[in-house]
């Protein structure tokens, strides 16, 4: 039988880091308790019971359990309106969704936070042969970095920004918001981008009225994936018209085994339904697959689990700055969603580090990481998850694309002691010279 043996000095490293991020610590827990209650609120006003749990079979006609659950997340999300359907396979494809109902042939979207992540340039038709893409519907696509412009513009200090640069791309954004524009897309997350900043609510919001400022017809949808809970509000406060994730990243709590959500106008929400099921039915029909109780718990743990997930975050930020590696965010610095990036600068050192988060799984620990091709994805991907839900980002897992700068993007946790034993454990193993990676 194989135990875990760690050694002093590591423990002393990560023990150390959590000390000196107490206030921090402190600062999430009051934010989850914040979201804690208005989950508590929101499942008190629809009046839950065990009715909302029963099993519907068939076409899933007056599902009370579903309309329930519909309510309580429009609630939590401070929206008019939400969806959350097990059809629905992906983050990328509740985003998808979204766009499919928003947009028609001859509109333009446009992306106001550059790139979007890998897997809605295909859905996009930027990568990939286009097939079934928006490209190919005749929708046409332009995209612009607003961070850190959007600094610049709303009053805000940022430095090492040209101003000349700053005006310009102004402008660019400015004459993109004209017709034939119909949604523009924020993307809140810092996605497979080690020199991208994951946007606050805040910031995302100012976006959103510069937008509104130039152009108050244009739709904005924001892709919400990892950023759930992180804060005290979501995107849908802030002015966004739709937001969407996937209900095996924060919002399910480490218990929905599929599924994803939208929410926003009541409007749009139809219109992305009509692409789920078809036009007529809509939201009308469709079962849980018996998961109603557990899509209910998740969302009532999501709080407390994306908590642990955040800190987590920060503890390996800190361990690893402590040990000379290069992360995004800093460890002391506002999180925004549950991302940690960690820079290897080598291949080798990338996989050898997924290979020692593997090992730490509670799933599959046993088994060895390789690099592989990936649907969605250009790169090559090696990626540690030995979770209980296959692909589970709000379990402890971490991957990242096989191209420079070679980082790994370590997220989730259902509990911070899983991520703390990881921690003093993986460290350990590179440093005894098993599996190499500092």
Do not use: W
């Amino acid at each position: 039988m194989q135990t875990t043996t760690v050694d002093k000095a590591t423990r002393d490293l990560v023990r150390q880091a959590e000390k000196s991020l107490a206030d921090q610590f402190d600062f999430v827990d009051e934010t989850a308790l914040h979201n804690q209650r208005k989950v508590l609120d929101a499942f008190r006003n629809h009046k839950v019971t065990e009715e909302h749990f029963a099993e519907h079979t068939g076409y899933g006609i007056d599902d009370a359990g579903r309309e329930a659950l519909d309510s309580v997340f429009a609630e939590v999300f401070a929206a008019a309106g939400a969806a959350v359907r097990m059809q629905v396979v992906s983050g990328t494809h509740a985003l998808a969704l979204c766009l499919y109902g928003c947009l028609k042939p001859g509109d333009r979207l446009v992306s106001i936070t550059g790139a979007p992540y890998d897997t809605l340039q295909q859905v996009i038709g930027i990568a990939g042969d286009g097939r079934g893409s928006l490209k190919e519907l005749g929708v046409t696509y332009a995209e612009v970095d607003l961070d850190p412009v959007l600094l610049n513009v709303s009053g805000y200090h940022a430095s090492g920004i040209d101003a000349q640069v700053a005006a310009a791309k102004v402008l660019e954004f400015q004459k993109l918001l004209e017709a034939p524009t119909r949604l523009v897309t924020i993307q809140k997350s810092c996605g497979y981008s080690f020199d991208r900043r994951t946007l606050s609510n805040d910031e995302i919001g100012k976006m959103i009225a510069l937008v509104r400022a130039k152009n108050p017809d244009v739709l904005v949808m924001v892709d919400n994936c990892y950023g759930e809970f992180v804060e005290a509000t979501e995107p849908t406060s802030h002015g966004a018209d739709i937001i969407a994730g996937s209900l095996i990243k924060n919002p399910g709590g480490g218990l929905a085994i599929s599924g994803g959500y939208i929410a926003g106008r009541e409007d749009l929400i139809e219109s992305a339904l009509f692409r789920l099921t078809a036009p007529g039915i809509g939201g009308h029909q469709g079962v849980s697959f018996n998961q109603n109780r557990l899509l209910f718990q998740g969302l009532f743990l999501a709080p407390s689990v994306v908590a642990s997930a955040v800190k987590g975050a920060m503890l390996s930020a800190l361990v690893f700055s402590d040990l000379g590696m290069e992360v995004k965010p800093a460890p002391t610095e506002r999180r925004f969603d549950i991302i940690q990036a960690i820079r290897f600068g080598d291949r080798r050192k990338l996989v050898n580090f997924c290979r020692a988060i593997q090992y730490f799984s509670p799933v599959n620990a046993h088994v060895s990481p390789e690099p592989a091709e990936m649907p969605g994805y250009e790169d090559q991907v090696v990626m540690a998850g030995g979770t209980f839900v296959e692909g589970s980002t709000i379990e402890l897992s971490a991957d990242g694309p096989l191209r420079e700068p070679y980082a790994a993007f370590l997220q989730g946790g259902l509990t911070y002691l899983h991520i703390k034993c990881m921690l003093e454990g993986a460290i350990t193993r590179s440093r005894s010279g098993e599996l190499p990676f500092v």
